[in-house]
């Protein structure tokens, strides 16, 4: 995360994030460099469909999608660069199951505001552990991130 915070004071930049099933992984690891306070703008760990509303996801997004989607992740990423006046916008929602036999589902969306740009991702794996699982989404973050951030401002 190094990366992102250096990347992010170069270009005058910040990010907030809205996480769900990463329970604020994430906010944790950016908020883990010294001088992440100067990029960082805000974090949100919306596990319940009501806390996703309340920070402005749509309700019909959610009904018409589920909650497991990545329309959801889109609205998530969107609403939390909007409310924290943030640059970027990172939405993570999704499910990590217990069940080694199970396939787990996780929908990354970051918003670039400054662009009205959205950069997906769709995560499939199977269940490692909670830990190992939550580390691999942050892994794909951290290489989704430095890269919009290389490409949005050369």
């Known amino acids: 995360m190094e990366e992102i915070v250096n990347l992010l004071k170069i270009n005058n930049k910040t990010v ?3 996480e769900s ?3 604020g992984k994430i906010a944790n690891a950016i908020t ?9 703008k805000f974090s949100a760990i919306t596990y319940s469909n009501e806390y996703k509303v309340k920070m402005g996801v749509r309700e019909d997004i959610i009904e018409k999608y589920t909650v497991y989607s990545m329309e959801t992740a889109k609205e998530m990423s969107k609403k939390i660069s909007l409310f924290a006046d943030s640059n970027y916008g990172i939405g993570i929602t999704g499910t990590l199951k217990k069940d080694k036999n199970e396939e787990n589902i996780v929908y990354v969306s970051l ?4 662009n009205d740009a959205h950069y997906n991702d769709v995560l499939k794996f199977f269940s490692e552990g ?3 699982e939550k580390q691999f989404v942050l892994e794909k973050v951290e290489k989704l ?3 919009v951030i290389k490409k949005t401002n050369l």
């Open 111 to 114: 918003y670039d505001r400054d």
């Open 32 to 40: 883990d460099v010294e001088g992440a306070s100067n990029v960082f």
């Open 21 to 23: 099933c990463t329970g």
């Open 16 to 18: 907030a994030t809205m």
């Open 130 to 132: 909670r830990k190992k």
């Open 145 to 147: 991130l430095i890269s």
